[in-house]
């Protein structure tokens, strides 16, 4: 057995399809389900984590802590629209939007971070990861708008790099990474599904089995990307 695994958000359409996925494939002595709820998922142990309470992610690794090492993290939370609808222009921008994205965008998967991390091995690979967006690339940005999301997300691969740098240093075998799952079929995307091209429109359960077939060939060389569904690296 290949130590645990944790999935944060693991109540979410992704989230879900991952722990259902890393419950069926067998390979972990433990998977933890973590979620607001904290209710168990597919077979998957349930774990009550709040992204927006550190004391509770603390907890959580706490709890974590007193099993197997984790060898696979994955944090499959995001907001987009809740409450708030993407800006079209900088005439939209509104502070607590921002301020909410980043929260939940950034600031939770880095807490998340901070407190999960230490507790992976340091002799063997393993592989910490979070949901990104090809909207966070800076350099592929030839639309505009979406300000609140695309820089929310361009600022969490910046904290994935910088885990990556420090992690390298004490963990040479960790694995850092950001995932675009696609256009997936979830509330997340359901207000901006119109335009996807044919077959550009994924189940949770084929997101699912893509992100993890990538984090599956990611080495520590590929440690600090962001890596697409089809394994591809988005651009920084």
Not at 50 to 57: F, H, I, P, R, Y
Not at 106 to 135: N, T, Y
Not at 168 to 176: D, E, F
Not at 199 to 204: E, I, N, P, S, V
């Amino acid at each position: 057995m290949n130590g645990s695994a944790v999935v944060i958000g693991a109540t979410g359409g992704i989230g879900r399809a991952m722990v259902e996925r890393i419950v069926s494939g067998g390979a972990f002595e433990t998977v933890w389900a973590a979620s607001r709820s904290g209710a168990d998922v597919a077979g998957a142990q349930g774990l009550a984590a709040d992204l927006e309470e550190e004391a509770g992610l603390a907890r959580a690794a706490e709890r974590i802590g007193q099993g197997a090492a984790p060898t696979l993290i994955v944090v499959a939370t995001g907001v987009l629209h809740d409450g708030f609808q993407p800006e079209r222009s900088l005439r939209q921008l509104d502070a607590d939007h921002m301020l909410r994205d980043y929260r939940v965008n950034a600031v939770g998967p880095a807490l998340a971070a901070k407190h999960l991390l230490p507790l992976m091995p340091r002799d063997r690979r393993a592989v910490f990861a979070a949901l990104s967006a090809r909207g966070g690339s800076i350099s592929d940005n030839r639309l505009g708008g979406w300000h609140a999301y695309r820089a929310s997300k361009a600022a969490l691969n910046m904290i994935l790099r910088n885990l990556a740098i420090e992690m390298g240093r004490s963990h040479p075998q960790a694995v850092i990474a950001g995932l675009h799952p696609g256009t997936v079929d979830t509330g997340l995307s359901a207000p901006f599904q119109k335009g996807v091209a044919e077959g550009r429109l994924f189940t949770a359960d084929h997101s699912a089995e893509r992100l993890l077939a990538v984090l599956s060939g990611l080495t520590p060389a590929d440690s600090g990307g962001v890596f697409a569904w089809d394994g591809a690296r988005v651009p920084e």
